[in-house]
């Protein structure tokens, strides 16, 4: 078995390769990548993040070939870019005009950086402070603020040769209330909290960790990584993967043999919470809870039939019960399929919870991305046209984004839509969620978002920008089974809203030196209805809030 699983690995790795660190998705340079692909100056396939930081070098040196086509603005903000991501491409320290790193050592064999994370966050407005703060660290409740966010660590990264890469960080996390939870209906990612003693409604901390080692040759990649990703264009919030979950571990491939295919594939452990007590047990007093296994495996196959254009079709599936199934290691698989030859076949068999999805992305207009991206969780064809029967569970994301059609302005819509019971499933430890967080839409099943966006970019990182969003949710029913079939009949789309949110916002973003920013923001918010439980206290009901912030590293 050991010299099988070598000898597939060996015909993996028979190439010349690329370094393949990962660039977190919070980077600017990821708004700079879309612009230059929007307004036709490279190709970009931007259904899956994070980028490597090889593929982001090799953009920039595309543009940096047609510098001359860009305006000031962009000029100077790929010369930002390149100070950070000519380690890529020249390597050697020295020979470079290099960013600011706590450390950073090159040669022709082995490169490392690091550098230190660190930001807070604080927010004002008329809601009142929580009752009780739990005796928690405070350092800005001396200067009024209703509640704050606050993090640190360290961020370190490198390769070794033409083939290994490496990266690792810690961001430790404090907040001085719940702002984004997993049951809230917030854009953000989440944490697995540690709960203060004594205080049933007040989150203190948590930790994230991110890491990832990395094999690449010139067409593919291996890795083994612990991190936040997202499947699905989008500007607000993907649909299929949207990174709202804590980060789990997974094995991640990835190949471009040819210019018009791109492959993407893992397989992740994700965290059930859902208690084993045959296996739970005491020591001295202290309970060790022990959960459930759970899986996850997912592939998308993205082909480009015309420029600028880009088709992706996938699917997923979650497992649990079974150990880790070889089935599901294969990365070009339907796993429907092989879930059918696995578990039973009967009326009221239940088998694991499987997904297909689709993404289309094209820039073939001037200045313009159009995309749609569907997730689609079942689906019956006989009822597809049937308003009355609600059998087609789905979440379907459509927009547009429009760049530089007036020079340094950008603007754009997108449409979110999911139909009651997406994302869920009758089998607790086979949900489309990990630590309890929906993997998908952040606004889960039965809901509805509109959404606007204008942004100005008058000088270098200099980001003035301007956003609408309406987003509703309808009530929120337990997958449940009824006479062995699943209870998906019934619930139309919306038909009782249960929580609404109208949210104006104005943010200055200014990118002082690379990984360093500021920032500014007025959020004027109107929620309604069940805001006790998907709301965050300080924007409950009809509130203007006053945010700033300021962080290094990411």
């Keep these: 078995m050991k010299k099988a699983i070598f000898y597939i690995f060996s015909l993996f790795t028979m190439s010349l390769a690329a370094q393949e660190v990962y660039q977190p998705l919070t980077s600017s340079v990821y708004e700079f990548i879309d612009e230059m692909a929007t307004i036709g100056k490279i190709e970009l396939n931007s259904a899956v993040k994070p980028y490597s930081r090889k593929l982001i070098a090799i953009k920039l040196s595309e543009i940096n070939s047609i510098e001359d086509k860009l305006n000031k ?71 009024g603020a209703d509640a704050w966010h606050r993090w640190s660590g360290a961020h370190i990264f490198g390769s070794v040769g033409e083939h290994f890469s490496f990266d690792v960080s810690l961001r430790d996390n404090g907040i001085s209330q719940d702002l984004f939870s997993r049951q809230l209906l917030v854009n953000y990612p989440g944490g697995n909290y540690k709960i203060n003693q004594g205080v049933s409604d007040q989150r203190s901390d948590f930790s994230e960790a991110y890491g990832s080692i990395v094999y690449s040759w010139n067409w593919g990649a291996i890795s083994l990584r612990k991190d936040n990703f997202t499947w699905g264009n989008n500007y607000n919030g993907a649909n299929i993967f949207s990174g709202r979950q804590p980060s789990f571990a997974y094995l991640n491939f990835k190949m471009s043999p040819v210019k018009w295919f791109d492959f993407n594939y893992f397989h992740g452990s994700l965290v059930s919470q859902e208690v084993d007590s045959a296996a739970t047990y005491w020591v001295n007093g202290q309970r060790r809870r022990m959960f459930y296994d759970k899986y996850v495996a997912a592939n998308l196959f993205t082909f480009k039939p015309i420029k600028s254009t880009y088709l992706s079709v996938g699917n997923s599936i979650i497992y649990s019960d079974v150990g880790i199934n070889p089935g599901y290691l294969i990365p070009f698989m339907f796993y429907k399929s092989v879930d059918h030859t696995y578990n039973g076949t009967g009326a009221n068999d239940i088998g694991q919870n499987s997904q297909m999805f689709m993404d289309i992305s094209t820039r073939l207009l001037p200045y313009t991305h159009l995309y749609y991206a569907m997730f689609l969780d079942e689906l019956n064809i006989g009822n597809i046209f049937n308003n009355d029967q609600h059998t087609n569970l789905y979440s379907i994301k459509a927009g547009f984004n429009v760049s530089n059609l007036i020079r340094n302005t950008s603007f754009g819509f997108e449409y979110t839509r999911t139909n009651p019971w997406t994302y869920q499933h009758q089998i607790a430890r086979t949900t489309y969620a990990s630590n309890y967080y929906n993997m998908g839409h952040y606004l889960r099943d039965n809901s509805e978002e509109i959404h606007f966006a204008l942004s100005y970019k008058p000088i270098r990182c200099l980001r003035i920008g301007a956003t609408y969003t309406n987003a509703v949710k309808g009530s929120e029913v337990d997958y449940q089974i009824i006479n062995g079939i699943g209870n998906v009949l019934g619930l139309k789309f919306l038909e009782e809203v249960t929580w609404s949110n109208e949210v104006y916002s104005l943010k200055v973003t200014y990118e002082v030196i690379n990984d360093g920013t500021i920032y500014l923001e007025l959020i004027k918010s109107n929620s309604t209805g069940l805001t006790q439980k998907y709301s965050p206290d300080i924007f409950t009901g009809n509130v203007t809030t006053f945010v700033a912030g300021a962080n290094f590293g990411f």
């Design 73 to 143: 603005r962009q000029q100077e903000e790929l010369d930002f870019y390149l100070k950070d991501f000519n380690k890529e491409l020249i390597k050697i320290k020295g020979k470079f005009d290099k960013r600011l790193d706590a450390y950073y050592y090159g040669d022709s064999l082995f490169q490392v950086t690091l550098n230190f994370i660190g930001g807070a966050r604080v927010y004002y407005n008329k809601n009142s402070y929580p009752k009780n703060w739990g005796g928690i660290d405070q350092p800005f409740k001396i200067i």
